[in-house]
């Protein structure tokens, strides 16, 4: 079992930038993809973001240049920059971690609780 913790979001005006952070304990062997998903209200959850062990990122169209994701496997921590944020970023941001490369389209087996970010115009 993985668990994982989330901080970082909160309420933040257009233009403006949030740091959000998971920390993962539990089985480290479990852990090899990270990522983070989110779901506006009304709408399915969607990958926003992944990084791989080695450090291969990917990005959803949306935050391509404005979301950077990193990762410290020392601390079992992985972040998610996000700069320029944009009403639309509103959304629970639930951390993901995969025990395959690459994070499923339908997210690995672990998951965060799940932090607000809302973002005012």
């Known amino acids: 079992q993985v668990h994982l913790v989330e901080s970082g979001g909160g309420l933040v005006q257009a233009g403006g930038s949030l740091r959000l952070s998971c920390t993962a304990s539990g089985n480290m062997f479990s852990i090899n993809a990270m990522g983070w998903f989110r779901q506006a209200p009304g709408k399915q959850r969607d990958l926003v973001a992944q990084i791989s062990r080695t450090a291969d990122q990917g990005y959803a169209d949306s935050v391509k240049g404005r979301f950077t994701i990193s990762r410290d496997n020392e601390k079992n921590t992985v972040y998610l920059q996000m700069n320029s944020l944009k009403p639309e970023d509103t959304a629970v941001y639930y951390c993901?971690?995969?025990?395959?490369?690459?994070?499923?389209?339908?997210?690995?087996?672990?998951w965060g609780q799940g932090t607000q970010v809302t973002v005012s115009s």
């Open positions: 993901n971690v995969d025990d395959f490369t690459l994070i499923r389209p339908q997210g690995g087996p672990y």
